[in-house]
């Protein structure tokens, strides 16, 4: 399977949820696809001003292709991403959380990159999480081998690649 293949029967599952845009350039990277993910939660009481509590949940998804990334580039592409991200994500006293998502779809991965995804670990709070925080999510599929890695948050991406290798 090819990456573009991969992508093609991967972005089914995020338009029915997620604003995407298609060949995306940001600084010297390129992205094959950027998805931005919106969502908010609010109750009240009676009339929309008596509001109780609202609750605003976000995720920036940003795809990328590698042939054999090294771990220059992977270190570059993963600081890039989350540089856009941070950008994105406004906190305030409704925001509740926010995930940056690097999903990575590469030709081979060596075990130095694949050790570096399983390390990766970035989560930031805004006003002592009164303003919500953020996780980066990796994940990164192995077409070589047909394999899907990711970093802890990330596992929650993990079942829908591995279905799409299937």
Partial sequence: MTKELFLQKLMPSYEAFFDIQYNVAHGSIQFPAIAQFHS???????VRSAKLWATEMNEYAYFAFADLPDREG??????????????QI???????????TLILISDLLSDDIIEQIKKTNYHKTY???FHGWMYLRIA?????NGKVYSNHK??????????ILS
Avoid: C, T, W
């Fill in 40 to 46: 908010r939660s609010e109750k009240y009481v009676l």
């Fill in 90 to 100: 406004k906190p305030h006293s409704e925001h509740m959380y926010s995930y940056v």
């Fill in 74 to 87: 992977f270190a570059s592409l993963k600081k890039e991403v989350l540089q856009l991200g941070l950008a």
């Fill in 127 to 129: 006003l002592f999480s």
């Fill in 154 to 163: 990330g596992k929650e991406i993990l079942p829908l690649l591995q279905n």
């Fill in 140 to 144: 990164a599929v192995d077409l070589s």
